[in-house]
C-alpha cells in the first residue's frame, strides 16, 4: 500500500490456477466498497501481460 493524503494505492497479487485441460472464460469480481475507485488492471499469464481498459460498469457490460 502506498498511500499519498488520502488516497491509498495497493496492489492485489493473486494466482489462480485452472486444473481441466480445457480452457475456460471467468468473470473476476472485486470485493469493493461503493466509493472504491480502480485506475489500472493488469492480468500476467505465462510470458504475457494483459492490460486493461477501465470504463464505467454500464458501458463495460454493455460492450462485453
Known amino acids: ?3 499519498v493524503h488520502s488516497i ?3 496492489t492485489l497479487t493473486q494466482e489462480y490456477f485452472n486444473n481441466s485441460d480445457k480452457t475456460i ?3 473476476y469480481l472485486f ?3 461503493p466509493d472504491t475507485c480502480f485506475d ?3 492480468a500476467k499469464y505465462l510470458d504475457k501481460t494483459i492490460v ?3 470504463k464505467e460498469k454500464q458501458e463495460a457490460k454493455d460492450e462485453y
Open 40 to 42: 489500472s488492471f493488469e
Open 1 to 3: 500500500v502506498f498511500i
Open 8 to 10: 491509498a494505492h495497493v
Open 31 to 33: 470485493a469493493t466498497s
Open 25 to 27: 472464460e471467468l468473470e
Open 52 to 54: 486493461g481498459v477501465i
